[in-house]
């Protein structure tokens, strides 16, 4: 259930909401302090400069003179270390509330579906992660402490006018209103401005991430032109709604100004008639006068928090999308407890499957058993549903029909963290960190030891190459494992997959890019890995297929062809052909 | 430099000097009119309002005095129309300095932007991408303000200062120094305060930049994580990095929110030593009431331009750092540019020539040392090897992604460094091996080899690579929208689509680096036939491990550490019963 904003806030405030609160009466406290240091200071002026008896009192009343002295300056000490004090405390909780809500949104990140990721660009998740994010904190750390300080000043002065002279409070007060009609109108116009400026921020950010990622085919394709150019749109795009979000505000401004500078007029015209009829002395006309600015103020302030709180509605709303987003796919609530090492069965019974908002159908029927230990060898077309078929034993997506089963409980059953941490997974798609080699085949294993590193890196095939770089396996990668080439960083993520010593091993393609003496030799270490496992293996090659006790032939998203490599042989269909392909052309 | 990471702060290159915020002039200087206008608008403002006072005084003194209610009401209309006029000026320059700041901004952006496009991968490859990000959406960002509104304050507040003093000293001279004896003292509490100050923020930006990285990173392998169960230990280390940034940002305000209150207290020392020196100290000086109410009201209108000062101060010691960083990457030498005298490369005819090309990624270290090869124009060349000799840098030497160490590359005999970077890249056809896929339509992504190209263009090159029958398929069709990094392909839905942006492109010259790794037996066999004709009349290199692929390459070259081992058709390396003979046999054994 979504909560109102205010709501939402408050909540996250638990555990610093006694402090906040403490923050605010220390904002309503250094703006009623405010009144009294010029209350000192008109004392003493009165009393030591420019009243009847000042020179006596000033010979006779030493004592006095500084009492007023210290006590105007021991006052602003007071107020200005409360100003500290306060300050701090919102910057604290405001930190404090950003820190706590960017883990629990990185941690909601990270835990998403792959349909999520779908959804969501990485600019776009980035924005919302930082700028929108800021927006929240700017909120509490500035937004709600400038609205206390207006309001608590405001009302302080305005309770020492009625004392004073309540007609002439209220003759001030008649200019509020106009204000906050104009400020309403402002709130009214500015408010979709915000929500489409948070979008061009958005589009910012991707269209220049998007371009870091793809680096590589700009220069491939000397697009550097073509790029600057969509980024400058962009870049131009974001500058506009900027101005005009600003522009929007210095629409209304000068009426806001206007009225909160008619605030002294009136107060001249109105007082002035009441000394003429003699109901109002100078000093006490001075007085009004002398804190005029602490009523005009507030209410100027009034209109630039408003355009910030706009921007913190449009960056919340982002913000709380991802906040109260939940994954599709998660544990049961009657998930079954697996702890231990699993056997490693994998079963798909009658398993179709098509993509969210898609109808096509990337699977239809598919019903295959492999037994612990056994290797099973998936092969197709590009395009046919083999990923899409291994990327349902992990569960990273929901089967449409029929059930996928691993140690024979439905995956829908049993605990993501424990089923994937069964599962090693090594994608088409290398993925490496910018880290050292060492830190990316112990990604899955953090505390595994250096000797084991290096046998998992032997067992891929790596360990060679990676001897011969400049650090060895202290040598930092790039972010997606640039310096290194296709087939090294396959062999890397062939090394993570196996570090984690999985129940289940899936790879797919993984060796597409690997010399073929390398994948000689990885096959030959995948047989004699010193853990049980069952494999399931996506290949082109038949060298990699023909020692599966398996083969499944994918077409359209259906087994055509089962059984192992000399049955399929003899069945003289779609692996026949390709069998006779690969060997046609290479013998 | 090693490569960076997000759990090492960047080192700042250039330490700080004048000459970074004197370099800000550039994209100043350009709205320099637009601002002295701001300006003059702005003292235009002030001196409307220096009537506010004097028709106040005039009411005070003389209508209300003389009970002339008619006089009392011209001058409120008086005061209204000088309120109104400064309001105007005031938004007038407002409305000028968002247009100027927002511009200013956009400027930084598109020149950072553009530098970014010159840089070579090795600039890419160094740092993570989330650090390259931050600095091009939020550090500009926050220079905004600075550049713009901070400066003109900087200018007014600087004369409402000056004007203060003026008037003081016309006052009382020394009182006057009584109030300027704050100064040296604020002067020493800044002081105190400016280089922790400056470094807390450099920290701030440090550790934003940091956490940016892990984001961006953690965002794009999201899939690793889960299927390595990583989550709950990205979080602990998300969370480090997190609370780092929360550190540093509050010891940063610690030193920042002291300014204020810092100036406050010395505003008002100096109240009081004017009220003691004025009637105490000085008393044979015999000041007159009006004088010393005068002189303090002065001392506290002299502090308004100070806190105002300081607050830019302040703003600007908190935002220096990001410009430091936007200024270095703006500073990064441009390691592969066109030279001074380039000249376009003239249509390729396709002959290249190795001419001893020694080359390394790293200083000290050699990929490739002293190697020296010619292909002839229109002949396509197969490297095979094992992984890592050297296959792909070969190839992307020929396209000068990176400046070899010694030796020349020659294309149609001309030396490829002395070209244009666009003239020669252009005509080359690079298909990678990350077949990187941009958010956007399918067919938008084939045309990203050729701009202009029409859909039929795109249809045919994507029959030719056997990629129209999935994409037909396809709700949408060439329609259909692939996300980011391509989403709903599959790896070789990803490389066809990407051959087929490098086919669109016509180019002189072909580089398929382990282009057809992901594509299935079957269809590579039908794309082929296509890519035979495609091969005719074009010098192409193709680096494949399915030897099927490069058998009919008119010249095939076996790399391994040691350099270029041999170099012949299929059929004379086959006869020469060498590596590649032996690599053949291998294979054949496998497959069968």
């Keep these: ?587 | 430099m090693a490569r960076n990471t997000y759990r090492e702060d960047e080192i700042l290159e250039t330490p700080f000097n004048v000459k970074h915020l004197l370099r800000s002039w550039i994209y100043v200087k350009k709205y320099a009119g637009k601002m002295a206008f701001a300006l003059t608008l702005s003292a235009f403002g002030a001196v409307a309002g220096l009537f506010t006072p004097i028709i106040s005084k005039e009411a005070l003194d003389v209508a209300i005095p003389d009970k002339n209610k008619q006089y009392l009401y011209i001058l409120a209309v008086l005061l209204v129309l000088s309120y109104v006029v400064t309001v105007l000026f005031n938004t007038a320059r407002s409305k000028i300095m968002t247009k100027v700041g927002q511009n200013i901004i956009f400027d930084i952006r598109k020149d950072l932007f553009g530098h970014l496009q010159k840089l070579s991968f090795n600039y890419y490859d160094n740092r993570p991408h989330g650090k390259i990000l931050v600095r091009v959406v939020n550090y500009v960002n926050s220079v905004s303000d600075m550049l713009s509104n901070s400066l003109i304050n900087l200018i007014l507040e600087t004369f409402n200062l000056i004007f203060i003093v003026i008037f003081m000293f016309l006052v009382d001279v020394k009182l006057s120094f009584v109030v300027l004896l704050g100064v040296p003292i604020l002067a020493a509490f800044m002081l105190f305060i400016k280089n922790r100050q400056r470094r807390a923020w450099q920290q701030v930006s440090n550790k934003n930049s940091n956490l940016n990285a892990y984001l961006q990173e953690n965002i794009v392998g999201a899939r690793v994580t889960q299927i390595f169960t990583r989550e709950d230990e990205n979080a602990e280390v998300f969370s480090e990095l997190s609370n780092r940034c929360r550190k540093t940002w509050m010891k940063a305000v610690s030193y920042s929110n002291l300014l204020w209150p810092g100036i406050d207290n010395i505003s008002i020392w100096i109240r009081a030593a004017i009220y003691i020196a004025g009637l105490i100290i000085f008393v044979n000086g015999n000041y007159t009431a009006g004088t010393i109410i005068a002189m303090s009201s002065y001392a506290a209108r002299f502090w308004q331009p100070i806190m105002s000062l300081g607050n830019i101060f302040n703003n600007f010691l908190n935002n220096i750092s990001y410009l430091e960083r936007i200024f270095e990457t703006l500073d990064e030498p441009v390691t592969v540019d066109d030279k001074e005298n380039a000249t376009e490369m003239p249509p390729i005819k396709g002959e290249v020539v190795f001419d001893h090309v020694t080359f390394g990624y790293e200083e000290g270290q050699t990929v490739l040392h002293d190697v020296s090869f010619s292909v002839k124009p229109g002949e396509s060349i197969a490297l095979v090897g094992p992984t890592g000799a050297g296959k792909s840098t070969i190839v992307n030497l020929i396209s000068r992604f990176y400046d070899i160490n010694s030796g020349r590359v020659l294309i149609d005999g001309v030396d490829i460094s002395g070209v244009t970077l666009n003239s020669l890249r252009s005509q080359m056809g690079i298909m990678l091996q990350d077949s990187f896929i941009f958010s956007g339509t399918i067919e938008d992504n084939i045309r990203y080899g050729k701009l202009d190209a029409t859909t039929e263009e795109i249809v045919a090159a994507s029959k030719v690579v056997c990629a129209d029958p999935f994409i037909s398929r396809m709700p949408d069709g060439y329609a259909t929208e692939v996300k980011e990094r391509g989403g709903i392909l599959s790896q070789g839905q990803k490389q066809l689509v990407s051959f087929a942006r490098t086919l669109v492109s016509n180019p002189a010259i072909l580089v398929l680096d382990e282009a057809t790794s992901s594509i299935d037996v079957q269809t590579e066999r039908a794309l082929q036939e296509g890519l035979n004709n495609m091969l005719k009349g074009r010098t192409s290199f193709i680096i494949a491990h399915r030897l099927s692929t490069i058998k009919n390459c008119d010249k095939i070259m076996y790399i391994d550490n040691d350099g270029i081992m041999e170099c012949g058709s299929h059929e004379e390396l086959l006869a020469k019963k060498g590596y590649y003979y032996k690599l053949y046999n291998a294979q054949k054994e496998d497959a069968s």
């Design chain 1, 1 to 587: 259930m979504q909560m109102s904003r205010r709501k939402w806030i408050w909540e996250n405030l638990k555990g610093r909401r006694t402090l906040y609160l403490i923050g605010i009466i220390g904002a309503i406290s250094y703006n009623i302090l405010q009144l009294t240091a010029p209350f000192v200071v008109s004392r003493l002026i009165d009393t030591f400069i420019s009243g009847e008896n000042a020179a006596e009192n000033l010979k006779n009343n030493r004592q006095l003179f500084y009492t007023y002295i210290l006590a105007m300056v021991g006052l602003t000490l007071i107020r200005t270390a409360i100003v500290y004090g306060t300050g701090m405390t919102f910057e604290s909780v405001s930190q404090w509330f950003l820190y706590k809500m960017r883990n629990f949104l990185y941690n909601k990140v990270q835990r998403q579906d792959m349909n999520f990721y779908n959804t969501y660009r990485t600019g776009d998740l980035m924005t919302r992660l930082t700028g929108d994010l800021d927006a929240v904190r700017h909120m509490l750390a500035w937004v709600i402490k400038t609205i206390i300080e207006s309001i608590s000043l405001f009302t302080a002065t305005m309770v020492y006018f009625f004392i004073m002279d309540w007609r002439l409070a209220l003759t001030i007060l008649v200019l509020a209103p106009f204000i906050l009609i104009v400020i309403i109108l402002f709130k009214n116009n500015v408010g979709q401005k915000h929500r489409i400026l948070r979008e061009k921020l958005s589009g910012l950010n991707t269209a220049a991430q998007e371009n870091i990622s793809g680096n590589r085919v700009v220069k491939a394709f000397a697009r550097e032109p073509y790029e600057i150019e969509k980024f400058n749109e962009a870049n131009k795009e974001f500058n506009e709604m900027n101005k005009e979000t600003a522009l929007t505000w210095l629409k209304f401004y000068p009426y806001i100004e206007t009225f909160a500078s008619l605030m002294p007029v009136v107060l001249l015209v109105v007082g002035g008639l009441f000394m003429i009829d003699g109901s109002l002395t100078v000093g006490e006309y001075a007085a009004f006068s002398g804190l005029v600015w602490a009523i005009a103020n507030p209410m100027r302030n009034l209109g630039g928090v408003i355009n910030e709180f706009q921007r913190f509605k449009a960056a919340s709303a982002k913000v709380m999308e991802i906040y109260y987003s939940e994954a599709k796919i998660k544990d049961a609530d009657d998930a079954l407890d697996k702890p231990e090492r699993f056997a490693g069965k994998v079963e798909f019974k009658d398993v179709s499957f098509s993509y969210e908002g898609s109808k096509l159908p990337v699977l239809n029927n598919i019903t295959f058993t492999a037994e612990p230990g056994e290797t099973v060898a998936i092969m197709g077309e590009t395009g046919c549903g083999k990923t899409s078929l291994i990327h349902l034993i992990p569960r990273f997506y929901e089967v449409t029909g029929g059930q996928v089963l691993v140690d024979g409980v439905d995956v829908r059953k049993l605990k993501l963290q424990q089923l994937r941490k069964n599962i090693g997974l090594a994608t088409q798609d290398v993925l490496l960190y910018s880290d050292t080699i060492d830190g990316n085949i112990a990604y899955g294993d953090e505390h595994l030891p250096k000797q084991e590193v290096e046998k998992f890196a032997r067992y891929a095939a790596a360990s060679d190459f990676i001897a011969k770089m400049p650090e060895g396996y202290e040598t930092i990668v790039g972010e997606r494992g640039v310096g290194l080439s296709g087939g090294q960083k396959q062999r890397i993520s062939l090394a993570r997959a196996l570090a984690i010593r999985p129940s289940i091993l899936i790879l797919d393609d993984t060796t597409s890019a690997v010399d073929m003496e390398t994948e000689k030799q990885i096959q030959e270490s995948l047989k004699n890995l010193d853990f049980p496992c069952t494999k399931i293996i996506i290949a082109q090659r038949i060298s990699t297929t023909k020692n599966a006790d398996k083969i499944l032939v994918l077409q359209n998203g259906r087994i055509t062809e089962m059984g192992s490599h000399e049955e399929l042989i003899a069945k003289k269909g779609y692996y026949y052909s390709i069998v006779a392909l690969q060997m046609g052309e290479e013998v």
